[in-house]
């Protein structure tokens, strides 16, 4: 976290816009689109459990809120903006409510992994069990373990006829999750940003300097669930359905490992670990000799127990401690102490 | 008369099923803190290891009661010396690590059964109460619970190893000082736990037709079960599924199964919320 934040946003854009450039030449957009929405999805998760100490075992609760809260929009509304504006807002206030409860009652790990676990299962039973024609908002029907499908894909805003799809929908995703990144980048280098470090670092000495412990982790989850919110809107769009199976267990498991392999507290991490697994699950599964679940569940297990931290600070210190100028840490010590006795002797 | 009879032994059944799934893990988690994720594919292999073990000619008791439990358990400690035994005390990484054991044990099943569903049929007949029909196998669920609430208390409370266990879980240090290896004990701990799970998951294998993924079904509840228990062992396990099975069967015979099970999930939320140690970490406190 060093330099400021202006030389941190020209990086982003200088690299996300030779990324957008270079990536389709590499990998089709309709595939790239996903890897994308999957990126600000693990941002979201990275964002509160890597920067607030929330481990929230159900992300995927807010993903198909959004998706949800999109499609069911789009067709009652008929029209693309209203619905994207909603799908943010509806998984942040719900986020807040649920967070309130939990922030407030003071829960803290295992009991906070239960409750949201809990709440991502009661949506998906429910929305599984919505099969029946009662179920209804608006003109949309819920139809149950089927889904919901066509309803009205992004379109230019105020114009319901010109879709954004294809390559253009490749775009557009991809500029959402740079501005997101620069949201996230501003977030955590304001003050608000760096007491929810504090907090997860020791959240008894924060209250007692006289932060709000409570409301603050509620505002930081609510902004992780507008942005899952948001990932699940485009992914409505992308997919051009919306299914119970969005709040499923293997989902939220899917978010917590990106997380994991792509390193905890880093901005970059999870973004590049669900760009980077999904990818390789897309390979997989072109493939019938080993299953897919059994790659991943592997894959979480060796880096819990060998790599905890992940890739993304793994290469950072790599890089610091073979390029770096600051001395940081024995290496540096033992090169140097080494270099005058060679001069020395 | 009838109907309220078949209620009776329908929330009785359904105690004890959450007993029975919440066993295993609640061993492993009241013992040794370590939250284990796998816990429903333990259970699902349990389900698997019996259908195979009878569809080769075993009797299917000895398959559910003996053979199940044997194979899950061994599973159970090969998975502890690998993975666990690195992870104790570190509550977070142990679920994640066990989280990633239950897809990996997923994906092995599905490439050795097939992503099919598989079954057995309940080897008890069920029987008629005036005009309703009891199913058989329901009183078998609830002895084998009632047996093992009080087998696992027997274990803990009147035995040896009971007693060196349960000292190594409160002081692993002084326990090791007194000449008992607290890496022995939680590999013998674990491997009852994961014995349990088995036994659960081969008990209530008649019950649903098996695919490599029902684990899933189990874990949520098994998890609520242990958690909302709080940290003594028998009297929080007997305490939450006595709750949670009550609320659901209450809002299942008044309006649906789906609401039933929503029901259970609301009021494991609320429950929390209330007692955030859960149900034992406020009453009882200080009993097994």
Redesign the interface.
Known sequence: MTGSLSRDMILTIIVSAILIWIMPLMIATYTLTVLVIYGMLGLSLGLIWGFGGI?CFGQAAFFGLGAYTYAIAAINIGESTVPMILAVLVPAIFAALLGA??FY???T???L???T???T??LF??MN?TAGPQYVIGKARMGGFNGIPGFQTLNVPGDPDAYIWGDAYFYVCAVALAIVFVLVSALLRSSFGRVAVGIRENETRIALMGYDVRARKTVLFAVGAAIAGLAGALFANWGEIVTPNLFS??QS?EI??WC?VGGLGTRLGPILGAAGLAYLKFLLGQQSM????????????LF??FL?RGIVPALASLWRISFGRRPLGRIHQVRRTRNREGTGG | MDLSFVILVEMLYAVASLILIGAGLAVVFGMMKVINLAHGEFMMMGGYATITAVNLGVNVFVAMLIIAPLIVGLIGLVVERLVIRHLYGRLVDTMLATWGLSLFFIGMTTMIFGNTTTGISTPIPGFAVGSYQINGYNFFIIVVSVLLLIGILAVLKTTRAGLVARGAMQRADMAASLGYSPDRIYMATFFCGSALSGLAGAVLAPLVGLVPTSGGAYIAKAFITVIAGGPSLVAGLLSSAGFFGIVSQIFTFAISPVIGEVALLVAAVILLRLLPQGITGRFLKGRL
């Open positions: 481990l409860m939990m009652g003071r829960l790990d295992v009991y992994g239960v409750i676990l809990v709440v299962l009661i039973k429910f069990s267990l293997s498991a917590i490992i994991i080993i299953d897919n679940t059994l790659i991943m569940g592997l894959i979480l297990v819990v127990l905890p």
